[in-house]
């Protein structure tokens, strides 16, 4: 069995990252010197998974731009001599293949994956979630990956949240049976610190197969009107059919400020010809 498939929901509105995605895609923000999303496709393409679903809405169709060929941006390098420049923006271009679909009405995150219905067909594909990168020695959703091949199961990817911050994320309910590995047997959205039942939350990483659509399919819309992917998950994992990998590396939240501006910070000084002044200015603001 091999997963080379990968959702990335791409069609909300981005209400977190107001002003700044009034008229821009939140994924197409910078973190250094690339857009949040292309952090995303690299961290799958690493991973091996070459066919990147994009669920967007037709006011993002930049992001499917990002990574089609710009001829006359290509040619203008081209004459001016720039070849590395060249070369980086053909690569971006070449790197996986890119197929979209519309999510005609924003109504939640297990409405947006259930428009992918269509194209997922195997046995196990990937969700990735825009909001949040991820990085360290091993690519997070290749580790899950692993697993689900490993285990011939779902699995979704958690990372251990503060306790004051439970609130703001699906927290699980698991029994761990391997070194950070954990069967789930429930999944409490938003739960507060009193009620969470662990600090496991799950961040944005999942491996999963077609029957989480049925699940979907069956639900009703929640109080808000919007269809939850954790209700879905809910379901699989009362049959014990659900995993859940502690995922090792170092997550941002592109969503929240702080991590959205400490990310840049955490790149920016990566580049040798930038950090010492970067450094010396840093420095000078605090």
């Not at 992001?63 to 001599?81: A, K, P, Q, T, Y």
Request: proline fraction near 5%; charged fraction near 25%.
């Amino acid at each position: 069995m091999n997963i080379t498939k990968v959702v990335i929901p791409v069609a909300g509105w981005g209400t977190r990252s107001l002003p700044a995605t009034k008229n821009m895609p939140k994924e197409m923000l910078p973190i250094y010197n690339k857009p949040v999303v292309q952090y995303i496709v690299e961290e799958a393409q690493a991973s091996g998974l070459h066919d990147v679903v994009f669920i967007t809405n037709q006011k993002k169709t930049i992001i499917e731009d990002h990574f089609d060929h710009n001829l006359s941006l290509e040619g203008v390098l081209r004459r001016s001599g720039k070849t590395e420049l060249l070369e980086s923006v053909r690569r971006v271009a070449q790197m996986v293949n890119i197929i979209s679909v519309r999510q005609k009405e924003q109504l939640g995150l297990g409405h947006a994956l259930l428009c992918a219905r269509e194209v997922c067909t195997d046995d196990y594909f990937a969700v990735m979630v825009a909001d949040d990168l991820m990085f360290g020695p091993q690519p997070g959703i290749k580790q899950l990956m692993e697993a689900a091949l490993s285990e011939h199961m779902a699995v979704v990817g958690v990372m251990e949240a503060p306790a004051s911050k439970v609130n703001r994320y699906g927290i699980i309910s698991a029994e761990e049976y391997g070194p950070g590995l954990f069967r789930v047997r429930d999944l409490v959205e938003k739960p507060s610190p009193d009620e969470a039942p662990s600090r496991l939350a799950m961040v944005g990483r999942y491996i999963l197969t077609p029957e989480i659509f049925d699940h979907l399919a069956r639900l009703s819309p929640g109080k808000d009107g919007e269809i939850q992917l954790t209700d879905g998950l809910r379901q699989l994992a009362r049959s014990s059919k659900l995993l859940a990998v502690k995922l090792k590396g170092q997550r941002f939240d592109t969503g929240d400020w702080v991590e959205y501006l400490t990310a840049n910070i955490h790149f920016a000084l990566q580049d040798e010809e930038l950090k010492k002044e970067l450094i010396e200015r840093l420095k000078e603001l605090l």
